[in-house]
T-cell receptor, first 114, second 109 residues
């Protein structure tokens, strides 16, 4: 069974440019998470989807970040415009359901903003 | 919001020594999960604890959930070089999920 797939693995952009990350969760997983992980720190939740509905986006900086989950499957996370401080690893995870389920993480996208 | 403290931040041990990381919450938890992230890798689920006072074992790893469901620990007996990585607790209280800052374990052969 395929795991959570993320692309690209690495992205280098100049500040003020837009960038997008893509995530394909494990088949059948209703819940999808986007996390930001800075070096030496734990993952910080940006947004959580239950099917196609964003149920927790309180930590998403909505002035520059946006996300969508079309048809409750794949998801994209976009930053426009990117700032230097956005350099981090962006992790996608999925789980069968919301409450107590195990999260399966993708390999992440490492973003460098120059 | 929910506060999570995970200690220590770093731990160097000689291979064969024991290791323990602690996770403390400011609120009563629904459950707690532990994840391991190898250098350059992504977090991988280890275990979930739900009941007050619960103790679970996985080979050399022992996980414990506090009686008040506000803290947890992970203990590794006789560390090996394959144990190297960062261990994170993830706390769930209601619909809130918060990861601790992690404990980075380094093992000298």
């Amino acid at each position: 069974e395929a795991g959570v797939v993320q692309s690209p693995r690495y992205k280098i952009i100049e500040k003020k440019q837009p960038v997008a990350f893509w995530c394909n969760p494990i088949s059948g997983h209703n819940t999808l998470y986007w996390y930001l992980q800075n070096l030496g720190q734990g993952p910080e939740l940006l947004i959580r989807y239950e099917n196609e509905e964003a149920v927790d986006d309180s930590q998403l900086p909505k002035d520059r970040f946006s996300a969508e989950r079309l048809k409750g499957v794949d998801s994209t996370l976009k930053i426009q415009p990117a700032e230097l401080g956005d350099s981090a690893v962006y992790l996608c995870a999925s789980s069968l359901g919301p409450a107590t389920d195990i999260q399966y993480f993708g390999a992440g996208t490492r973003l460098s903003v120059l | 919001g929910q506060q999570v403290m995970q200690i220590p931040q770093y731990q160097h041990v000689q291979e064969g020594e024991d290791f323990t990381t602690y996770c403390n919450s400011s609120t009563t938890l629904s459950n707690i999960q532990w994840y391991k992230q190898r250098p350059g890798g992504h977090p991988v689920f280890l275990i979930q604890l739900v009941k007050s006072g619960e103790v679970k074992k996985q080979k050399r790893l022992t996980f414990q959930f506090g009686e008040a469901k506000k803290n947890s620990s992970l203990h590794i007996t006789a560390t090996q070089t394959t144990d190297v990585g960062t261990y994170f607790c993830a706390l769930r209280a209601g619909n809130m999920l918060t990861f601790g800052g992690g404990t980075r374990l380094m093992v000298k052969p």
